[in-house]
């Protein structure tokens, strides 16, 4: 799956929640190959998200090259997608 198509669905989501939509977003991450999306939940506001959310994607993969697809808010009005495979990431920011 590709970064955009990931934010086309995150962005159904947010949209679906209204006016709070983006506000009450909870990071998610996506691994295509297993067909599973999980949630974080109770993040601190005091820590760093992405580096958080990263980290966690991580240690939720079944193996180190394994596809994931994480998305969290980034602002008041956008959200970021980070495509992970292997060593290399992929950066994108969405308008939510």
């Known amino acids: 799956m590709d970064s955009d198509s990931f934010a086309s669905i995150t962005r159904s989501i947010i949209e679906r929640e209204g006016e709070n939509g983006l506000e009450g977003f909870v990071p998610v ?10 949630a974080l939940s109770d993040v601190p506001a005091s820590v760093d998200l992405e ?3 990263l980290a966690w994607a991580r ?3 079944a193996n180190p ?6 998305a969290f808010r980034h602002d008041d ?5 980070v495509r992970i495979e292997g ?3 992929e950066h994108h920011v969405y308008a939510a």
């Open 51 to 53: 580096t958080v959310v």
């Open 77 to 81: 009005a956008s959200f970021k997608v």
């Open 87 to 89: 060593h290399s990431e």
């Open 65 to 70: 090259g394994e596809e994931c697809l994480v």
């Open 29 to 38: 991450a996506c691994y295509p190959e297993r067909r599973v999306i999980l």
């Open 59 to 61: 240690r939720e993969s």
